[in-house]
């Protein structure tokens, strides 16, 4: 039997990810580095939390890059610094990485098994969580691209 369940899930979220992508190559470099808008800050805080979720061990270490700079994930504290553009595609490809893993280690048979952090919620629920987490900061990013006059990045 194909794993039927995990083809619709990959089908939803892979292109959730190709949008986040997007965000970053689509923002001008002045607005990546306006710490008014925290476009950036956006990208990195979706980013953080598929790192978080995307876990397959209780115990795995969840470390939050800093770049090496007064930078932090959370929306109301704020950084005197920014991750450059090249940076943060390098972490959303690394989470990109972990997602798959993720992924590819689901069937149809597992994917309503309780994920390895929460015994209440289900590897399901991870994957549909970050899809409505991450579309949630891409519409807010469309809306910062959109009030600049520039164009959102398009519906994938």
Same mark, same amino acid.
Request: glycine share 2%; aromatic share 10%.
């Given at each position: 039997?194909?794993?039927?369940? =995990?083809? =619709?899930?990959?089908? *939803?979220?892979?292109p959730?990810?190709?949008?986040?992508?997007?965000?970053? !190559?689509? %923002?001008?470099? &002045?607005?990546?580095?306006?710490?008014? +808008?925290?476009y950036?800050?956006?990208?990195?805080?979706?980013?953080?939390?598929?790192?978080?979720?995307?876990? *397959?061990q209780?115990? !795995?270490?969840?470390? /939050? $890059? &800093?770049?090496?700079?007064? /930078?932090?994930?959370?929306?109301?504290?704020?950084?005197?610094? @920014? $991750?450059?553009?090249?940076?943060?595609?390098i @972490? =959303? &490809?690394?989470i990109?990485?972990?997602?798959?893993?993720?992924?590819?280690?689901?069937?149809?048979?597992?994917v #309503?098994?309780? %994920?390895?952090?929460?015994e209440?919620?289900?590897?399901? &629920?991870?994957? #549909?969580?970050?899809?409505?987490?991450?579309?949630?900061?891409?519409? @807010? %990013?469309? +809306?910062?691209?959109?009030?600049?006059?520039?164009?959102? =990045?398009?519906?994938?």
């Open positions: 039997m194909s794993d039927q369940m =995990v083809a =619709v899930l990959r089908r *939803q979220f892979e959730t990810l190709e949008m986040l992508k997007q965000l970053i !190559e689509a %923002c001008p470099d &002045d607005l990546w580095r306006e710490a008014k +808008s925290k950036w800050k956006q990208v990195f805080h979706a980013t953080t939390s598929m790192k978080f979720w995307f876990r *397959q209780k115990d !795995e270490a969840f470390i /939050i $890059p &800093d770049f090496g700079r007064d /930078i932090t994930e959370a929306l109301d504290e704020d950084c005197s610094d @920014y $991750p450059t553009k090249e940076e943060m595609t @972490y =959303v &490809d690394e990109t990485e972990m997602a798959q893993a993720f992924l590819d280690n689901l069937t149809d048979d597992n #309503l098994e309780p %994920c390895a952090l929460f209440e919620i289900t590897k399901t &629920d991870v994957i #549909l969580m970050q899809i409505r987490h991450v579309q949630h900061h891409i519409g @807010y %990013c469309n +809306s910062i691209l959109n009030t600049h006059h520039l164009e959102a =990045v398009k519906w994938v």
